[in-house]
């Protein structure tokens, strides 16, 4: 995501390569948040060129939600969408994330709770690249949908790595988790 602050620099000096680490990726996650405040209005999303999910869903399992992904499409580069969406994107920069996550609220409102990207796979390793992305300092998550399940383990995408950050909702699991417990589908209408 760049040069670091000189503050991080001068801090990493003083305290070593561990405490280093975490503060590199404290800040990245900061950046992202305060890059992605003004979607807090749906609206300002939607007028960025982010839309609903086509599949209508919001996403949850016994792990918890994920929410109503809101896609910009040309960041994702989505070639189709039959049978799977599928795309030749390969954008990973999370200060203008490819994907938004809204909870529904009771009274029809959207709230953001956390923002992602996602990157396919075969477009991932044409482009040159062997390793998933990562962010945050871990590699993002492999998805791909196991037709021996009744669960669509790949959310109707074709195989793609994908990092979910909840950077506007607590996640007792971890930041980089892709399901959040404090996350509810609840009051989703289709």
Sequence with gaps: MGLFPKSIVVACTILGLASCAQMQV???????????????????????????????????????GMGVHYLNMALLEITTGDPRIDGTGTHTDFLNPAVLLYEPQADGSMVLVGIENLVFQASWAAAGNTYPPSFGGSEWNTMADDPDTEMDEAHHFAPHYDRHVWVFRDNPEDIVTPFNPNVTCEFHQE
């Design 26 to 64: 404290d800040s990245e996650i900061a950046a992202a948040k305060a890059a992605s405040e003004k979607y807090q209005d749906v609206n300002v999303a939607l007028a960025a060129g982010y839309i609903p999910d086509p599949s209508g869903e919001c996403f949850t399992s016994p792990a918890g």
